[in-house]
């Protein structure tokens, strides 16, 4: 049975690179059915392709997934562009259909209206300084491939998957001040635009908070958390985790196999009580 809800908002998808988990999103996807799907930027990583990225069948798939979405569904789509699919800046505006692409727009939630921007254009280093954040950019992509031979070697031992490259970045002072120093600009520009919240991506950093009476969202990536943000018919919102949706999903078959096995088990003593009678 499919999850029913209004919204879902996702972010840093990153298709075109190895860190990308895009078998992760659809499966996802599949588990969900709303009424607006929000892809708040960098769904495309356009940096990465064309310097050694690569085009999979798999990030095909993902896009597979929307069209089914919006024609079998009736799902509209919101694509906005983010700082590595920059090169949508050429098409935009651009409405086809249920599906639009654009920079930014005005979503309107549970009587609260919410500035969706994916939030680099508040981030000098990646608007001002491009060869700074390209360099950077290398940096990250390292850690990204330490995460995947630390995960790899974790999936052999049996163990769960560990975001290393979230650690790390939670462990760094600089890191943390450039996201509490993001998340207040992101803020600041919500009561800018007169909105009650903000709905960003961008720094990987999911989050839901309260920030100088601003609502703060940010939908995290599909590179590391793997985290989706979800608002249901009452304007509630929520951060969802895909391994701990997996894990409930792992839990739910035990306890219905369980449930068949009690029942199987029920009804073969039923049987052989009723032969002894």
């Not at 095909?60 to 919101?78: A, C, P, Q, S, Y």
């Not at 163990?159 to 970045?169: A, C, D, G």
């Not at 609502?215 to 509630?236: C, H, I, Q």
Request: charged share 30%.
């Amino acid at each position: 049975m499919k999850t029913s809800c209004k919204t879902i908002v996702i972010s840093d998808v990153h298709l075109g690179t190895k860190g990308s988990k895009t078998k992760e999103l659809v499966r996802f996807l599949k588990q969900y059915q709303c009424e607006h799907l929000i892809l708040n930027g960098d769904i495309i990583d356009g940096w990465q392709l064309k310097k050694s990225g690569k085009w999979k069948r798999k990030h095909t798939r993902f896009f597979n997934k929307l069209l089914k979405m919006i024609e079998k569904e009736g799902t509209k789509v919101t694509y906005l562009r983010g700082n590595h699919d920059d090169f949508l800046d050429q098409i935009l505006p651009l409405q086809i259909g249920n599906l639009s692409i654009k920079k930014d727009m005005i979503l309107k939630s549970g009587g609260k209206e919410f500035y969706v921007v994916h939030g680099d254009i508040f981030d000098s280093i990646t608007t001002q300084l491009k060869w700074i954040a390209k360099l950077g950019d290398i940096g990250y992509t390292f850690l990204l491939w330490l995460n995947r031979q630390y995960n790899y070697r974790r999936l052999k031992k049996g163990l769960p998957y560990y975001s290393l490259s979230q650690m790390i970045k939670a462990k760094v002072k600089r890191a943390v001040k450039y996201i509490d120093d993001y998340e207040e600009q992101l803020s600041s520009m919500a009561r800018y635009k007169n909105c009650d919240g903000i709905i960003c991506g961008h720094i990987h950093q999911p989050a839901i908070k309260e920030i100088n009476g601003i609502t703060y969202l940010n939908s995290g990536d599909w590179v590391e958390s793997m985290t989706a943000l979800t608002e249901d018919f009452e304007g509630n919102w929520s951060l969802v985790y895909f391994n701990d949706l997996i894990e409930q999903m792992d839990q739910n078959r035990r306890e219905e196999l369980q449930k068949s096995i009690d029942f199987k088990e029920y009804l073969q003593e039923d049987i052989i009580s009723s032969k002894a009678g």
